[in-house]
């Protein structure tokens, strides 16, 4: 069940009679993490019956299925197909977003230590991680939840070894190289250097998470002022808007603006899948035949 596509190396394994996991290189680099966020929303896209749920991670896909609906071998081979894809469609267009922070003080009151133990002035840490921005490479554990990356390793830092009840909600924090901010209150042991004023998750909206893996992030030092005032808006409903990319949210969906699909017409199947396709079910591989809703 490993294959090598054009670019990547990839393994289907099994879980249980209705998943497979679709693994990439086990590695946490943005290339990777591109290739699984993209073949997340062209399976998404296709909106197939028999597809239950789709988990996009760091470097891993799992996809669930109706077992009552479809044969896991169809499956298999209908991602294989998808993945033999993957590398005609176009490049992924990203947004950019810029989050302010307060660094410090009881919005970050980890920022101290980790200073000490990295042996660098609080105003180097904050210096060495808004230096630079940040891959969005998944959503988790809580909605909205921003698992980005990497941060310089001079920063780098465990989490603790005891976690916190509550985690204040806009908290920015680091773990290992990773750097989060946390959307709502939340239970955790992130190194807490900050808070951002803004919104980050509102069930309330049509689109409750504000950003999207495969997203750039970078941060902005701000004032106190200045996070009183931004708390203040957010609370009035104001959201923050990327500096760069294209968003069409409203017009066809956030998966639907990250993707810029190539035509599907006169795509040249790979030995094997062509033969698959052709003793598939017939709904199967519509999706992959039509350019509409793909594009």
């Known amino acids: 069940m490993e294959n090598r596509t054009k670019e990547q190396k990839c393994r289907l394994v099994p879980m249980g009679d209705s998943c497979w996991l679709i693994q ?5 680099s943005p290339e990777i993490n591109v290739h699984v966020h993209a073949l ?3 399976l998404a896209q296709a909106k197939h019956g028999w597809l239950r749920e789709i988990v996009p991670t760091y470097c891993a896909l799992a996809v669930y299925y109706d077992p009552m609906q479809i044969d896991a071998h169809d499956v298999e081979c209908y991602l294989w197909a998808e993945l033999a894809l993957l590398n005609e469609r176009g490049s992924t267009m ?3 977003w810029e989050v302010p922070v307060l660094y410090g003080g009881e919005w970050g009151p980890d920022l101290a230590s980790l200073a000490l133990r990295s042996g660098l002035k609080t105003d180097e840490v904050i210096a060495l991680h808004a230096g630079r921005s940040y891959h969005l490479y998944m959503l988790g554990f809580v909605p909205g939840f921003c698992y980005l990356g990497k941060v310089p390793s001079k920063i780098a830092a465990p989490r603790h ?13 680091i773990a290992g190289e990773q750097t989060g901010i946390y959307p709502i209150e939340a239970p955790g042991g992130w ?12 069930p309330r909206r049509e689109s409750p998470v504000l950003m999207r893996p495969g997203d750039r992030v970078r941060f902005r030092p701000i004032d106190l002022a200045t996070y009183h005032m931004l708390n203040q808006k957010s609370k009035s409903g104001w959201q923050l808007t ?4 294209t968003s069409n949210v409203d017009s066809t969906g956030h998966q639907g603006r990250l993707i810029n699909h190539r035509s599907r017409y006169g795509a040249s199947w790979a030995p094997g899948i062509r033969d698959a396709r052709r003793r ?11 350019s509409a809703g793909r594009q």
Do not use: C, M, N, W
């Open 94 to 96: 990203s947004l950019t």
């Open 280 to 290: 598939s079910h017939g709904h199967l591989f519509l999706a992959s035949s039509q």
């Open 242 to 245: 990327p500096v760069e990319g």
């Open 40 to 42: 997340a929303a062209a």
């Open 24 to 28: 990439f290189d086990q590695e946490i």
């Open 161 to 173: 070894a005891k976690p916190r009840k509550a985690v204040p909600a806009g908290s920015v924090g």
């Open 191 to 202: 190194q807490i250097i900050g808070r951002t004023p803004v919104t980050l998750y509102d």
